[in-house]
């Protein structure tokens, strides 16, 4: 599979790490609302996936009156995260031999997260990734989430390529629909903390199943 450009998420897609979401609705609970087993609706939580951190915190307190205000829990959500990133989350399976293939093939490669770059940082530094990636972009920057195809844009102008040459990697089946609008091509990965897998495996180019890794590309 030859690829001129590629463009990663990493949440759910480089990074197994979407049970931090379990994790911190615990903790939430625990803190705010004293109690355990908190949950915000599947339809919320869905939502906020791939919303900026502050407009997740916003969203959360805007509708369940949860804390003094979205700085107040976007700055407890940035503390959980700091946690999570340098102890608990780990590549998934065949990452790193998927990105030395395209490293080798002279592939060019960013990432494109809704995390803010502060915080991609220390799972690049962790696992040593910035050999792999020219620039990593956060929808933090934009102001905006991966509904909308900014990201991808400034992403594929970054790399030098058009939209037509950019493939996109992603766990999320709105931001696959946004980078099909604009003429990319998508790669759907499995992650069983996500939702709508049978949407995100019609709309991808291709798909990476339960119990599959991105090898399966090489």
């Not at 339809?43 to 949860?66: C, P, Q, V, W």
């Amino acid at each position: 599979m030859k690829i001129k450009a590629a463009i990663f998420d990493m949440d759910g897609t480089l990074l197994d790490s979407l049970w931090f979401w379990e994790m911190f609705w615990e903790r939430l609970g625990r803190e705010y609302l004293k109690r355990e087993g908190f949950r915000p609706t599947a339809e919320d939580d869905r939502a906020i996936r791939t919303m900026t951190l502050y407009g997740a915190m916003e969203f959360i307190h805007n509708r369940y009156n949860i804390g003094k205000s979205a700085d107040e829990l976007a700055a407890f959500c940035d503390e959980a995260l700091v946690d999570f990133y340098s102890e608990d989350a780990k590549l998934k399976d065949g990452v790193i031999e998927f990105l030395e293939h395209l490293k080798a093939q002279g592939t060019l490669m960013c990432i494109a997260s809704a995390t803010e770059a502060i915080r991609l940082k220390i799972v690049i530094d962790k696992f040593g990734l910035e050999k792999y990636f020219s620039h990593v972009l956060s929808c933090a920057d934009f102001g905006v989430g991966k509904d909308v195809p900014d990201i991808y844009l400034a992403a594929a102008e970054k790399l030098g390529v058009g939209a037509e040459d950019a493939w996109v990697f992603e766990d999320s089946y709105i931001a696959i629909k946004t980078a099909k609008s604009i003429g990319m091509k998508a790669v759907g990965i499995y992650d069983k903390n996500n939702f709508s897998q049978d949407k995100i495996k019609a709309t991808a180019d291709y798909y990476i199943a339960s119990g599959e890794t991105l090898k399966k590309l090489i």
